[in-house]
């Protein structure tokens, strides 16, 4: 079993014995059944949930024993009550679906453990209680590197998580050599981006390049537009090549959209205005239009990124306070056979009815309103028609080859008569920018 460097782990604020409990007396089933597991909140009252490298909020979700990596997954329950949760790692292959391995294989002693770090918020008009735990840990050993989904649960089952959330472990054993640039066929070059690289294939034994090998890339952390599907454009003896020009192009987006709401105080930077409510405060952003039309123009963002930040209270964990966010989009334009949302990390770039806006045609706008927690905030407006998984962003915000995204290009090995899919390199890319 491979050692870490394991961050410590604060405990209740009142006494209360907790204890891990072995694998082998739990009276859990030894796999769950397959399904595609992804960054998702099955409880109205949780809200926040992160899952970044410790010390670094926004960070993909990461770990290694290379550099004694560790990951925090906190939320927050928008309750004054302490509850007892529980959490359990489950194994996933290079597509997120749940593995046929057995718990014993993957993990330590230990199958599920207790959340203890448990604090309640501090002088905030919405009491929430704030709860993280640090991965991996002294009770929860994990053994195999690949995909992984926490699950955080009440009670003794884990059938019925209140949230999942995504990790990964790497095992770094290829080197990627890439680059982000305008993408080369003649009709995309003004709108999208291609992601060209090589992997080398000295510091590991791939017996078949175009079956035991897996590649994802990821743009800003998306994962509708995730390219998966990729096979080698040609392999050697030292490196398989993944220089495509139409199979690895991404739209160019635009830079994000922002907002900071980390003062209710007074209006932050692009909040029109502040005003109480019975059910919380209202912080109205600033009336938006659309960009699809206007020329690219450089605005520093955080790639869709999010900072909790509070200059209301002494600690941004548990003195950031919630409020309702009034999101609105003026356009006489409807959008027919399917929705228009607004997205970044906040939501975990998922489409979901919280954060799909409404037309008001008296308005001649769409609207959204989002509860969210005091800080720094970048998102955009996407269409998604209700027959496909993925989104447009040329339809309101524009395409550009300048914009400057951040990709991640993941790489899935399984050797010969292997049963999963080890990570064996998670490279980050950036679009080259003349300034």
């Known amino acids: 079993?491979?050692?870490?460097?394991?961050?410590?782990?604060?405990?209740?604020?009142?006494?209360?014995?907790?204890?891990?409990?072995?694998?082998?007396?739990?009276?859990?089933?030894?796999?769950?059944?397959?399904?595609?597991?992804?960054?998702?909140?099955?409880?109205?009252?949780?809200?926040?949930?992160?899952?970044?490298?410790?010390?670094?909020?926004?960070?993909?979700?990461?770990?290694?024993?290379?550099?004694?990596?560790?990951?925090?997954?906190?939320?927050?329950?928008?309750?004054?009550?302490?509850?007892?949760?529980?959490?359990?790692?489950?194994?996933?292959?290079?597509?997120?679906?749940?593995?046929?391995?057995?718990?014993?294989?993957?993990?330590?002693?230990?199958?599920?453990?207790?959340?203890?770090?448990?604090?309640?918020?501090?002088?905030?008009?919405?009491?929430?209680?704030?709860?993280?735990?640090?991965?991996?840990?002294?009770?929860?050993?994990?053994?195999?590197?690949?995909?992984?989904?926490?699950?955080?649960?009440?009670?003794?089952?884990?059938?019925?998580?209140?949230?999942?959330?995504?990790?990964?472990?790497?095992?770094?054993?290829?080197?990627?050599?890439?680059?982000?640039?305008?993408?080369?066929?003649?009709?995309?070059?003004?709108?999208?981006?291609?992601?060209?690289?090589?992997?080398?294939?000295?510091?590991?034994?791939?017996?078949?390049?175009?079956?035991?090998?897996?590649?994802?890339?990821?743009?800003?952390?998306?994962?509708?537009?995730?390219?998966s599907d990729l096979k080698p454009k040609y392999a050697s003896d030292k490196v398989l090549d993944y220089n495509y020009e139409s199979e690895n192009v991404f739209e160019g987006g635009n830079e994000f959209r922002q907002f900071v709401i980390s003062s209710f105080q007074k209006p932050g930077w692009r909040v029109a205005s502040i005003r109480k409510g019975e059910d919380g405060l209202h912080l109205q952003v600033e009336t938006d239009k659309k960009r699809s039309y206007l020329r690219y123009s450089y605005d520093g963002d955080m790639n869709g990124g999010y900072e909790i930040k509070t200059l209301d209270g002494a600690n941004d964990s548990l003195g950031a306070d919630y409020g309702w966010v009034h999101f609105t989009l003026q356009t006489e334009e409807t959008f027919e056979d399917g929705g228009l949302y607004v997205m970044g990390d906040f939501c975990h770039w998922n489409y979901d009815t919280a954060n799909r806006m409404i037309y008001s045609p008296e308005a001649k706008a769409y609207h959204a309103k989002i509860y969210l927690k005091q800080g720094s905030y970048n998102y955009c407006y996407l269409y998604k028609s209700d027959s496909l998984a993925k989104g447009e962003s040329g339809v309101v915000e524009g395409d550009h080859y300048e914009t400057g995204n951040n990709y991640l290009i993941l790489v899935y090995h399984r050797a010969p008569g292997s049963r999963y899919d080890s990570l064996i390199s998670a490279t980050p890319l950036s679009i080259f920018r003349k300034e």
């Open 1 to 227: 079993m491979k050692k870490f460097l394991f961050a410590s782990i604060s405990l209740l604020s009142f006494s209360t014995a907790f204890s891990f409990t072995p694998a082998d007396s739990l009276n859990l089933p030894d796999s769950l059944p397959p399904r595609i597991y992804d960054d998702r909140i099955f409880k109205e009252s949780i809200h926040t949930v992160r899952l970044c490298p410790t010390g670094l909020a926004g960070g993909y979700p990461i770990f290694s024993d290379l550099d004694y990596t560790t990951l925090l997954l906190s939320f927050d329950e928008l309750d004054s009550e302490f509850k007892t949760y529980h959490y359990t790692v489950v194994h996933c292959d290079a597509n997120w679906q749940a593995s046929d391995l057995q718990p014993k294989e993957y993990l330590g002693e230990s199958m599920q453990d207790v959340i203890k770090s448990i604090q309640g918020s501090v002088n905030t008009r919405q009491q929430f209680v704030h709860y993280s735990v640090v991965f991996p840990n002294e009770n929860m050993q994990i053994k195999l590197p690949g995909n992984y989904a926490v699950l955080v649960y009440e009670g003794d089952s884990s059938d019925h998580p209140v949230l999942t959330a995504r990790m990964m472990y790497l095992d770094h054993k290829a080197n990627i050599n890439g680059k982000v640039h305008q993408a080369t066929g003649i009709e995309d070059k003004k709108f999208k981006q291609e992601v060209d690289f090589q992997i080398s294939r000295e510091l590991v034994n791939i017996a078949d390049p175009y079956n035991d090998i897996k590649v994802c890339i990821m743009q800003n952390r998306r994962k509708d537009n995730a390219i």
